[in-house]
């Protein structure tokens, strides 16, 4: 599970999740949004229909803090939907929380999406030149708009011809006052999945929330797949012909949660094969292995087993710093005062350590556990990654801030290594990373996308796309 | 000056302020929306601009609550506009407190207003069937739309072409990224006055918040007038022909702070003739003269200065209710608790008591408060009310509430006397009053509006105007 | 009624309510607290008993923020005290909010008062001495330590004792698991009452109090008396024999609400006859009577019925001014920006005025409206004030600061009208306002206590007394 | 480590931690007890002196939700003593938070503890008989009254004589102007340890809060030892002589966190430890081990290392669950919305489940951990826990509550594995227990306190004590 607090690391944008016919249609979401907390802290918000009005509550931070019972009561009716937000941009941040309302012609609708489109910037600047005005930054109001403008009445078939015009990653989830629509871009970067309670229709960017109120898996949303619930029940459309299956392998080593499973294989048991892969291709003679926690932790298990060396606590995280947390000037931090991770002395001092960690962004992160581990006494200390070095920014969804920050796109292996001061470092291969994620071995890399790596990005980018990314 | 919670009462909807040229603008405006605080305590906000991006903050909430040092800071910029509101709609009232702000084809544009358009519903139908979406129910969206969809690229030149297309009361401040651009509609219904400090230039609705920030008045802003400001300097427009002036008169009467001045006239001096004039027309014998606090104290003042009868402090209002108030149970209330409002036994016990009130909505807190004064023990109790009866709608922004519910528009003076429970009621004459506040003698009804008196709108009504304030 | 704002103004230590033997004894006392808001905004606190435990909340802030309707549906049981509080020290002020709780042999003990004591320090240094420990640096924690220690099991026994003791002034309710104690010092310097609501009796600094909860007021409680409630009902006893009556004039003058009757003087009606004594000894050629708000409106309405000059609201008070308001900075200010008083330029401009003020501290508030009406364009200021200039401090709990700060201290009244820059200056003779207020005209300073006039303190003062209110 | 929010668990009562001379003393104390939260989530508090007076903040809350930079900033001086405190007593609980603070004739005294006195109500009978009144129902402010009622001056004196009447367990920090006093009772049942940090003295019930802030241990502070640290430096003393040693097996078994030293054995190590000896005593045929997070991770790594069984992450707990999170209604609990802690179905199901816990105490929470197992597809749930059976209350400052709710006071194993629906159920033998944590072998009981296993309580037991666990 990936951390609350985040420096050096990998952010997804969101979670989503929505219910279709349930009594307890709001109450319900915020469960499911609060299994998916992991996959955003910064805002949350969850809009409910009773079939004539949308009431909805958008807020900065936790699930938890976001709602109270009384808020929850405020939305009533049996259709909602809902949306857990990571979001970088500075900026008017709660005009951003989702989901986005809108009233346009045929009623109400409301938008909660996952993902990043690639080719958002030129279609907002034609709407504009018709005259749309924009209350948001985010791409969603751009489907909004698109939906508005369409001549076709139908939701479904406005948001069909609005889909064949945008390109990206993006899981959707759309509500009208009597309809549920679902969608998942063509090559299914973003995870989207249904189940059901009941008579109820559920959907959810992971399954640990279908665990978390009873409902039982029923399948993925399949790529470029458009699912259509009212009263005449569910309809699935696909809206995209084939294309590249390209899944965000991410999800499976660092974002998912490990109860989660992404088309029937557990997160949990990927990473230990993970870390079982890593033994294999990057073994060394250690006396401990120990993961760098939350996230790490089953690749360093996988490991463990596969070498025989034991597994140990060694590294300790602190839960309870939050948003409020005092940071400790510069000068008490260089006279040892730790924030989040600490080095446990009695586990690591004159040991031979093996430190297993999901990724290295910028370097920071690692060499600053790597001298804990040596100030804690540590003799030797290997790092093993269990993912490729990242070494090219990704489109669709994921922070990894500036290509320059990115310290695999201009140093190699064994620079970093040294940059982070290891006794030696490993990054798995792509190729056994794949392999051990362990999908359908006949498809195109797995079916997974890998761009973040070898800069093999699954959709066209644009120079619009690429500017954000780009230091000034 | 208006009470801060609000039962039988009428409702302004809002106070405006804007600055251009000032190093301080978001403070300034701070301070200016404070002392426009009377007009609306529900929801405040701020936008700053620097000249490439707009700064804005808003909330539910007075404006001691909803800014501090730190959100003010933030709102960095010359160049600001703000707004308290008073809003009657329930639903999703933080989407529909302002500034509102748009990203459209030529940048960012910011709208702030006061007023009430009656032809919004058919212009907010004809955008959205051309595929507008909207995110608030309040009628500045459309003014914003239009602006959006006009083909002029200069605001003012598409704000011109908006205006010719809506009808109603409107003061309004729009500001893009360097230009201020402020209109009040053709009959002048809602006021807004200029002024400068040193070289800005600063608009209000009301002069109180020029005195509040040390700037000298100028003049206030006429009718069907355009005011465009930016860098090279300040130009006046027309946007509409003559129409007829039409003051909305419950400013003089109540809703503006006795320290304001409209079109060169004190609103405290004008509320003491309307006590003159009241004692005038409707003399009684009686020995103490009290009135409702605080907005009628003015008027008492006179009426006691005119007849000789001592004015006395009769009624006590309790200044620390706020909307964190536990209100009292009906039992509790029975048994004598009171809330907001307290009779003074020794001043009226045993005495023949004149009480002035500015007007009788429902006639539910007149009767209220004459029950309190004769269970403190008043012998007489003459009710002398400063505005004629209030027996129609208004449509410009006052929140009159339904028809039905205007006690006037049913019953007779002498039915309303029975159903408070007074000894006398009068209500003062039109023409007294249009007297009494003093304006241009020669114009027709001296420029003022008194439709909900009687009915003679200044500007067109249709069924979709009407509508809203029917009870289905 | 005072300002709830205080720079250069008295203040008030406090305002007591109780009831004994009411189903919602809590809430009322919630009500009864909000009534007397004025007298202290710092804190405020209610504990209540249902006959085993003691329930209390106490916080910082007004009693509408203090208490919500789940804290006081915690305060259950059929008898409560509470208290509001403004405090002038400023380490561990929470600690201080009243009222105090402590276990002792005999069980529970709430302590409430109003007041300051003159010998706390030395019988605070003897009981330390003996092995007590102190949590607050309040003096009322000494009474409890008193009774805690008495050789008597009854506490009213146990208070006499404690209360032959102690001297200074003081109004107290004392808690027990089964009884309500009330007690006044023996000079009655501050001000408690007594009332009925059906069976059950209350108790209050103020009656503006019963009148805002319907109780039908009894009696003031009597210098020198103690009232004990309990199951066999109501006693009344003497705990000290016939002292000097020195009720504090300032109660009249300043700190009570208008409404309120002390001796069966209403408070309101004794401003108006200091107006118009002020105005027969101290009469001016004016255009203009104006008050400062709030405290001396009614003294302003007096002076101006006495001379026949018209009064006019001169100056206007921001009613939304709280704790959280952003000062403006020293540059803003010295540019016009006001913050909490303005005048009236269409009221005073080119007038003589005549402004009335109830006191005059260190001077710098005088000065500071003096230049306001100046600088509205007032020809002349004439300042009346309607309390004798205080040149000694209070030590029966009136923060007067620093004697060195007290501008009459030092300077005469003619040095006072040049450091103001007044165009006359004229204080109310002592006589003048002991005749106007009215009470007894038989009794030694018709029973008033003037010692911040003219140092004649009616209880012995001490070194310790006295060492607080010097300067180092 | 053990877990945040509590239904059926064993809960500690406090951390505490203490600083002198350091000029960050209240930062570093704020780092310290931080790193203590897990030992106290219910209020927190540090109280500073600069050698005059006492600064202190204390509040219900995390440490996070209770300190920011502001209150930080306002704790100056160069000695604190700080407690984060889990309290189980409902009614005024934030009078109980530490430290408490007082004053008595030697100038001030802050006092914070962790533990539980058995003769705390007789001393406290005592002094209320002597007239002493008290605050709280805290053990720690009879010891406070003891020192104050002293005859000796300084405080190590009269805390030496204060000692000699108390018994029970306990650690604890005394602070006065100029002198931190720290003491641990003649049993050691509390831990509590040294360090240093440049020339700083640093006090804390855990070594994990030395590792926090960078400072080195020293030694753990010995059972029935005093140290006073004073200008002149650091002495130790004892105020009893040799007693058996006790220390609490919980400590390693639950409540520390791993990656603290208790007398230099590592917890994370001696669980690990735990859990072998577990699978060397009650091996099982399964396919999975997985631990109940977090307390129990460590063990349960142990048994799948010394088994060979492999280690997964069965089950899964949401972290980010908090005081304000929604609780399910039991309609939707019965329908399977979960709140805390999920299973994960693709790692249990069709397995054969070896559960780790640390301990069972009603015996509710194991009945829910096997059920969820189960309906997540588990063949067959084997529950190995690493602790004998809790049958007798803890009255050492452990929250066992009433001892007919221990399940294994009334009830044998076989009737638990019945109760909690396990296929088998194994509890550590007590001898295996004491050895695998692995300190002296030559003690009695290897120095530790076994009394909740067994009833073998190091010291006397009152009447007094045992009154408060029994049910009414």
């Known amino acids: 599970m990936r951390d ?37 802290q910064e805002s949350a918000g969850i809009c409910s229909t009773d079939g004539t009005q949308f009431l909805y509550h958008r807020n900065m931070g936790l699930v938890t803090e976001v709602f109270n019972t009384e808020t929850i009561n405020t939305l009533t009716g049996s259709m909602a939907i809902g949306q857990v937000r990571y979001s970088t941009t500075g900026e008017s941040r709660l005009q951003n929380a989702q989901p986005l309302i809108f009233k346009y012609r045929e009623g109400n609708l409301a938008i909660a999406t996952n993902g990043n489109l690639v080719n958002a910037e030129p279609i907002r600047r034609q709407l504009e030149r018709n005259g749309s005005i924009f209350q948001t930054t985010s791409d969603t109001e751009v489907i909004a708009h698109l939906i508005a403008r369409s001549t076709y009445d139908r939701v479904e078939d406005a948001l069909k011809e609005a889909l064949s015009m945008i390109k990206g990653a993006y899981a959707l989830l759309i509500m009208t006052d009597d309809t549920l629509v679902v969608a ?4 299914g970067l973003r995870p989207l999945c249904m189940s059901r309670l009941g008579e109820s229709y559920i959907f959810s960017s992971e399954t ?16 470029g797949e458009m699912i259509i619930i009212d009263k005449d029940g569910l309809r699935s459309t696909r809206f995209s012909g084939p294309a590249r299956r390209a899944t965000c392998s991410f999800e499976f080593i660092y974002f998912a949660r490990p109860d989660s499973d992404i088309d029937g294989i557990n997160v949990h048991k990927a990473r230990k094969r993970l870390g079982k892969q890593l033994a294999t291709e990057f073994p060394v003679e250690a006396d401990v292995v120990t993961g760098v926690p939350d996230s790490s932790t089953s690749a360093a298990i996988g490991y463990a087993e596969a070498t025989g060396i034991p597994y140990e606590l060694g590294l300790i995280k602190n839960r309870y710093i939050g948003r409020t947390f005092i940071q400790p000037t510069q000068e008490l931090r260089e006279r040892g005062v730790k924030m989040k991770l600490s080095a446990v002395r009695r586990v690591v001092e004159g040991k031979r350590v093996v430190m297993i960690d999901d990724s290295i962004v910028r370097g920071t992160t690692s060499r600053h556990i790597v001298n804990l581990l040596r100030a804690a ?37 064994e620079e970093i290594r040294q940059m982070i001061g290891a006794d030696s470092l490993s990054f798995i291969s792509q190729e056994g990373m794949l392999e051990a994620i362990g999908r359908d071995s006949t498809a195109y890399k797995r079916g997974f996308c890998t761009a973040c790596f070898d800069a093999d990005y699954p959709t066209e980018i644009y120079e619009d796309t690429i500017k954000p990314y ?3």
Do not use: M
């Open 184 to 187: 998942q871009d063509p090559n």
């Open 208 to 223: 640990c929330a279908f665990d978390a109120i009873g409902a039982e898996y029923v399948r993925d949303v399949e790529p």
């Open 377 to 413: 006494g540590a003799t030797e200390v290997h790092v093993r990654i269990s993912s490729p070095p990242v070494a090219n920014p990704c489109f669709y969804g994921i922070d990894t801030s500036h290509r320059e920050d990115l310290v695999a796109s201009k140093h190699t292996v």
């Open 470 to 472: 780009l230091k000034n």
């Open 4 to 40: 609350e607090w985040v420096f050096d690391e990998l952010n997804e944008e969101c979670g989503i999740f929505g219910v279709y016919d349930h009594v307890d249609a709001s109450l319900l979401t915020y469960y499911g949004l609060h299994a998916l907390q992991h996959r955003g």
